[in-house]
């Protein structure tokens, strides 16, 4: 690693003068689960369809590997996923290391799942990943748009 250079999962990004944090959006522990068995139910019945079509008497073994599949996903990923955070503030959108989206950038809101795609004028993606109330985090963001 870069001297110098620190993993955070939280913004890091300075405050300018003035600004101001409005709201903080966290992922949810129940959501991130929720997700990943809805997921994981998705990838089993997928693994049992392709050996059923394949004619593999062992169709089982497609929910096993499914189930597999996306569960070490989630466990390995959890610590990091769930202490992503990114904050709101009057003039900017926050995100994880030095993440900066000007609210004057932002041309898209998309729900996607239990998270928010942020799209730039410029066309850079972002996402609010795991959030407990989609539609509320899409309000707050609109409204700190429409008020900068």
């Not at 000007?102 to 799942?113: F, I, K, N, S």
């Not at 066309?123 to 609010?128: A, C, M, P, R, W």
């Given at each position: 690693?870069?001297?110098?250079?620190?993993?955070?999962?939280?913004?890091?990004?300075?405050?300018?003068?003035?600004?101001?944090?409005?709201?903080?959006?966290?992922?949810?522990?129940?959501?991130?689960?929720?997700?990943h068995a809805w997921l994981?139910?998705?990838?089993?019945?997928?693994?049992?369809?392709?050996?059923?079509?394949?004619?593999?008497?062992?169709?089982?073994?497609?929910?096993?590997?499914?189930?597999?599949?996306?569960?070490?996903?989630?466990?390995?990923?959890?610590?990091?996923?769930?202490?992503?955070?990114?904050?709101?503030?009057?003039?900017?959108?926050?995100?994880?290391?030095?993440?900066?989206?000007?609210?004057?950038?932002?041309?898209?809101?998309?729900?996607?799942?239990?998270?928010?795609?942020?799209?730039?004028?410029?066309?850079?993606?972002?996402?609010?990943?795991?959030?407990?109330?989609?539609?509320?985090?899409?309000?707050?963001?609109?409204?700190?748009?429409?008020?900068?």
């Open positions: 690693m870069e001297e110098g250079l620190v993993y955070s999962m939280v913004p890091t990004t300075p405050l300018l003068a003035g600004e101001r944090v409005m709201h903080s959006f966290a992922p949810d522990r129940a959501t991130y689960w929720r997700d994981a139910a998705t990838a089993m019945a997928l693994g049992m369809l392709a050996l059923w079509l394949a004619g593999n008497p062992h169709v089982w073994t497609g929910a096993v590997g499914g189930l597999a599949a996306v569960a070490v996903r989630a466990f390995y990923v959890a610590s990091d996923e769930l202490q992503a955070r990114w904050d709101l503030t009057d003039r900017r959108l926050l995100g994880p290391q030095t993440r900066a989206v000007p609210l004057a950038q932002v041309a898209t809101l998309r729900g996607l799942g239990s998270a928010v795609q942020v799209v730039t004028r410029t066309g850079d993606k972002h996402l609010l990943k795991y959030q407990p109330d989609r539609a509320d985090t899409m309000a707050r963001i609109r409204a700190a748009i429409a008020a900068a």
